[in-house]
């Protein structure tokens, strides 16, 4: 529940405009609401300042629709990540305002107008390969109230391609960067500047990067103080991170 | 080089007090200093915040004071981690304001007292085990002029000391959890509370812990957004997260 | 071949209305029967309590019906695991009782009435992504008669939906845990109540989750005594030793 | 806290022998007691039926000690794994009445007579090297109140030594199986027996055992339903899960 | 080269049937033949008692066939493992003698009748799905003049069918051993015979058999010398060294 | 941008054959040009002797055409790897010079003819599988202007082949081995000639291979000094190493 | 118990030299003896056509000894391997005819004679290192009555020093090859000859080596069939299986 | 055998100073040397430009000092790798010419001076702690004739120390990148120069780093054509195949 949605509520039964039943009624799923298959924690808002957010992986269309349509009935942004296209279909067939962005495979609903804050976070990659993830990590910061500058294909076979860039990288927050392979470009990145710096290891590669775990080992040893990790391909958890430094200033 | 005395040579050279050519030989090692064995990062302070903190495994006592020597002549406060008691010997004999902390295994010198920052870092362990690692976590939060908060032993096997301590928890504007075996503590924070949480997997454990594996995915696989990691016991690096984030405010 | 069928074969010699080698016939293919590829150990629920369970993944729609038909033939009680639905219209064609669970990937054959017991097996899942594996603990447990209670989706990221259940989950005499991503959840089960917790990790995740590698190893490493484990997914291993538990009461 | 001294002090204020005030104090330490070091966690007794038990590993003798003598002040039994020669001399220093299992490595102080349950526990070895890690099951199972009958070194290479003991084993009310190498006894046994059986890897083997990984790996792989698993070495784990089954009896 | 073919072509020579020209020509590919692709090689029969066999994974139809042909040229009796079968239609086209097993994907062509000899097999599977490389060992041991015995399902969840088998086990010269899972039946019959083992491990399982791992390692670690090890699921393999052994005697 | 265009550039500017402004907007895309997704590093051939190699997995087709255009402009030869057939038609659809190896999964565009040079790199396969490797090493060595000589199908079991092979062999300026499974003939290979070995370890085998994991190791364990390694199936990284060393000649 | 003496017992009762009470009781043990810590498989002989052999890694000195003492009590050649130096002297102070080998850390003790017999076995190394693991092959095969030939140090990477050996290589029955790093001989040696190979990886090697993995998977991924694979440093599985083979002969 | 006392053994002959058996007798170790424990490859510096390196892990002193007497008899330049103090002082005692270098843990004996070639080779760490790995490149470097230049200490994390000595590289023929926790210094070197890179792993770090595993694999995935990688700590064989390039020129 949104925490503007709670406080018209309780201002509504302090002015007499509506009957304790009625907030009672309102307020009863605030903890969460149980769909069976899924409990929507609607306190989340309240608790950690972000709405739960729906990872669509293994979920079907019609879980992933109830739980958008008790979000919206609660008044609140949603964000969902993993979405196939099939879902977004699914959902938007009821609910018009959803928008996919199909390389980042999010799908958002602005119930609420987002509060633009001050927080910059960039957004970096290693490669044209990376650039889903990192899509990923961008919508989210967006949703989260940042202003995202997006810096892609900077990795260290060419590095005059990052250093061109350093002056607008300083200028940031937080930091996330994107990369596969060995992921290098943490290290290098967390050696020019002094904001926080997200890694997210990425699954591109072949071979022996199996699956991302040579750059997630890469970021885990890297040798620049100030770098913290995510999950491989976890650009949401990156994002996610960035924002709730950035929007700290 | 501290940022404060790059700043009073600049300003001995504006007022006359200072030749050009005195001026030059001061700052000739402004970018590293060469001892051979290794270059020293004197430019550290002034492009990321921070100098440079001397990690002593696998360098000798001799090494190591050379080390410290010059960054005492540079007016820089010095942090080192894993440092052995012989190692900490070396240096005191030449430096007695060196201090000691043995179960963090660090060693501190303030040469210009830290400035106190209003940012507050909690430091959260799950068990008694891993103090150590989460003590160098604190040490460092401590030398970047963070308030710390120790709150430690409050696993998930009995989680009512945890919550007991939530409101404490929530004042914090950035926090390390420090745990072993699963890991599971860094995810149960993470749900309760609104800022950065830098989870920092020990080794402590045994069997199929594999030396800190098993909680260093558990943490990277947390269910929780907000949580992200660094390198198994590596309580330096979370604290350098946690206080970069803290000092923001 | 069921306790109860052996019973009335014996029976019936002793009363004179079944010859020796009527009985001897019917009694021969005890201890197990061979159909070439599969020598089916009707001697199973004599020894262990509970008929073979058919484990359907490997083998072909053909075996499977011919090993279902030999069980119904012995009037066992049929369970069989990971059935596509091609095997399950080819036992159905045979079979009318045949009944398919399509989330579990279940099917029953009820033969004998299953005996109600008292025991109490909750089955609880941190996602909603989980409760395909939870549904095969489900179907296990009440094939072999316990009382189950399902709690969906009360993962640590919102643990107060989990507390909301406490009492609940309180009276059970065993509890299965399906978890992925780090598998906290049975750690946090574990530390809350007396009776022993089956925890069973999912491939749910992705990146260095590893298929379940770190539910796995999260749940090996637990904090909290009384947990213990069985394979990635497997559901009705679970449900099977939490039964076992339950009914012993 | 023991329960049944929870139990006298509110049976004192309910006679009126003692006053409100002095069992406020006694009380206040209920949920837990903070050493600083550590929180001991004295609701656990009363919350899982067995009070806290003291791992030992990367403790100091000092902090053992102290726990020790809060345990004992409260007036619960204590059992302590992973104990050292050392830290048991630390102990027993203080409290005369610990015991020490060399080959367990565990510490005993029965500050109240266990309680004698009819509930019985197979703990079988595969070979000679498993009996440590056998022996801290035992420790733990007595200590429960459970009849502990110690089957030891009948591993597969030799299968009728398994087999002679058949009888004995079917009368458990729950086993524990300790192998190293392939760790194939547990599948075995769980091949012959109605109950459940808990299965602990050790780390005896070498080679591509990789300290248990093999052992591990097998027994959660193992074909015979019925069969759970604990950490590597855990024997404290596995008589902990087979006690909490057996005293259901 | 048959090794007969070369006697025969010798024997030409001596008599004054063949002139030297002729039979330098036909011996001129003896040691190899080079298809550009693959160097086929002759030798092989001569040097280790068997021809090349035909590995077919990775290869196209085209090159199977190619290498077949010059096979049957040179009258070698041709075995080929992992066959699919298109590749099998592209050889059947040309070489109306070729066989396909599509449970083992072996193709055999029997140029030359192979030699019956005394020595005996047995083939063992834990399970019904281990049947495909317990085939493919079988096929390799025929056309290397074994007698093959089958006993297949005879896994350690039902032991009394494994026993009931000891007699004609026991008459083996060598004996295969398949098994998926945790791989126990190799230990198990081990510890039963006399004769030397191969064990095989299956890819059969799921979850953290990781994909035939956990057999792999648990008949590695066996507790019953005796018993060597294969590749995961290369039946070929333990078909060939088990008769290999067969054989001398 | 080719070594050569830019010296044609200089030279007009120098002859005032073309205005210091035309030749300032034609040289100012030297470092590297953004495409948004990719930022093209134009001033790779001059740093490092050949032009940027477009790797095309998880590329789309757009992406890779647009790439390729903008080399050709530069003038630039085109080498792009792991090249789909759909890729390629959609770069021929505009560049008819393109061609295609569908082995190799490479596409070259020969826009200024390569410089032929005396630099040998002889391509070793173990077996027909690992050709489509060494064929990816082969046009890259080619490429860059080295004459290659193909050995194909010389592995260990009959090891006779490689050493029928030896004289041609030992004439090269470098070697590149290409083999899966357990990838011996690095070793045997490093063992006979002078000049280094590049080995690449490919995914050809099944079970324990663990998709080229076993080759990887055995060639970084090579016993055999001269050998280096790169990544598994990277038969581009192995061709490149290769011809930088043969053309230092 | 040896076979020998079985049968004297036998004959002394058909004799009538031996009374019936007197044989049982000499009897009583055949199958097993339990020594508490351990059960001492007397069977093993009869079955298995060898005594039980000692392991000593985990064992005591003091059960040790006791195990011998039974041993040599029925008259069975005592195998012991991983023998300390204490745990010999241990033995050897009761059982003067004891004798170690250092090297291969084996203690054998000699009852009755070794019947010799005409298989041979060839004990390979690749290096000087490889020796320990070999000769506890060498001791096994010798203590089973085969004839040994040592052909040490002919490692790959100067393969001539294997070929110099061949002729004497192909007279045996068959062939432990022990190899670390990359373990390339024992493909390389299964290239050249018709008997069966038993390849036995070493820990011999560094960094990814990993303990002997990197050898253990390249023998397990061999080219070349008639390999198979015995543990990590198992010389007494390899010389066990070796011996096996070549008595059938 | 040195290339020149060969040639001065068959000059003499050719001149008559020397008597065929005389030669013969001089020439009879030519292909390799047996020493029981070893067999001593005469012929490598003919076949390959480099006598054998005696790798001294796992050799005792008394073996190594006979391998060096032989090899300084055939007037052999001596290299000796991870030697012991004590092996070195064992050696010493007989050859007085050796040289120990204690950082690098290498032994050399200069028989005959070292031909001073033109090739250089330039050797980078990113920290202190690699310089041992480092140092027994530069020793083998130079020993088979490099011009070696030591760049030590430029890690990435202040990378402005790398590109100050980028002059310095880019003269060198090849170069030798010794880095430790994440490798990444090995692809920004590689993104800077044209020669070929020889990526040595070190076991500097901790945690994940599984001992160089996290560098390793860093740099197999390399995103820097031209980058190849030796075993983990493997100082001699980056050296070594550095030091094949530079001399080519």
């Known amino acids: 529940m949104h925490p503007d949605k ?10 007499g405009s509506m009957s304790v039943d009625e907030a009672m009624s309102a ?5 969460y609401e149980d769909l069976g298959f899924a409990k929507l924690d609607h306190h989340r808002h309240l608790r950690r300042g972000f709405p739960e957010v729906i990872f669509c992986e293994n979920k079907t269309p019609h879980q992933i629709t109830a739980i958008v349509s008790k979000m ?3 008044e609140c942004n949603v964000l969902a990540t993993r979405v196939s296209p099939e ?10 305002k959803a928008t996919y962005n199909p390389g980042a495979r999010t799908m958002t609903i602005i119930v609420r107008p987002v509060k633009r ?17 990192a899509e990923e990590a961008a919508v989210t910061s967006e949703m989260m109230g940042c202003r995202v500058r997006r810096i892609y294909d900077v990795g ?29 470009l943490a290290s290098v990145v967390g050696g020019l500047v002094e904001c926080p710096i997200i890694a997210v290891p990425t699954s591109v590669g072949y071979g022996a990067s199996f699956r991302g775990l040579a ?5 885990l040893n890297t040798c620049s103080p100030g770098v913290c990790v995510v999950n491989i391909d976890n650009g949401f958890g990156a994002g996610y991170v960035a924002s709730l430094i950035a929007r700290r200033k």
Chains 1, 2, 3, 4, 5, 6, 7, 8 share one sequence.
Do not use: C
């Open 72 to 74: 919206v009935e609660s």
């Open 27 to 31: 307020l009863k799923s605030l903890p």
């Open 156 to 184: 260290v076979a060419g590095i005059h391609r990052l250093f061109d860039q350093k002056d607008e990288i300083s200028k940031s927050d937080s930091i996330v960067v994107a990369a596969g392979m060995e992921g290098a």
């Open 6 to 15: 709670l406080r018209s509520i309780v201002n509504a039964v302090a002015k």
């Open 117 to 133: 804050l001050t927080g910059r976070v960039a957004i970096i990659t290693a490669g044209t390969s990376d650039i889903p993830v």
């Open 87 to 96: 879902a977004f279909e699914s959902v938007h067939a009821l609910h018009k």
């Open 215 to 219: 750059a997630l080992l890469g970021m």
